[in-house]
């Protein structure tokens, strides 16, 4: 019995030592990359009040309190009228841009929307919660999108997030 918990805080205690360091191997792209896959899009900066096109990256901020914030992508199919499918995806590190540039060929092939929170990651900040809750909201009120067909889904730690999004609020989520 006592080997067993002998056992059991060693490998705890290598663990917590472990956790640090995969969280620090996480590697972001680089600009180099993020510029290569853009395929030439510039990221806008989100305006209250202006259309949104089709085809555009934007950097959607100060609509929040707490400083959330997200990157969109409208495909092409995008016209304001029809209801696309959309996608909140979520990463494990904090930077948006990347995994929405990696997602950005297939959202145009597909025709959905693809919405990624920028600067919630594995290391916070600790009011994720709330930001995402803030994102997901503002999303649905300036983009036109079928609510049946709302995901939410996500890479590493972005996928528990993605998990507790859905179990939090039920019945918004497809």
């Keep these: 019995m006592n080997t067993k918990r002998f056992m059991f805080r060693v490998a705890a205690w290598m663990l917590a030592g472990l956790l640090p360091l995969v969280t620090l191997g996480y590697v972001e792209l680089t600009d180099d990359e993020m510029s290569r896959l853009s395929g030439g899009h510039a990221t806008i900066d989100w305006v209250p009040g ?99 067909r709302l995901y939410v889904g996500g890479v590493s730690g972005g996928s528990c997030r993605a998990y507790l999004q859905a179990k939090t609020f039920r019945g918004e989520f497809a």
């Design 50 to 148: 202006d259309d949104l096109r089709a085809g555009q990256i934007y950097h959607v901020s100060g609509f929040s309190t707490n400083g959330a914030s997200y990157y969109l992508y409208l495909p092409s199919a995008y016209d304001g009228k029809a209801e696309l499918p959309s996608m909140i995806f979520m990463n494990a590190a904090r930077h948006g841009l990347g995994p929405l540039l990696k997602w950005m060929p297939s959202a145009e092939d597909l025709g959905w929307i693809i919405v990624v929170p920028h600067d919630v990651g594995n290391d916070g900040p600790e009011n994720s919660r709330v930001l995402l809750r803030e994102i997901n909201r503002h999303f649905r009120s300036i983009v036109r999108q079928d609510i049946r």
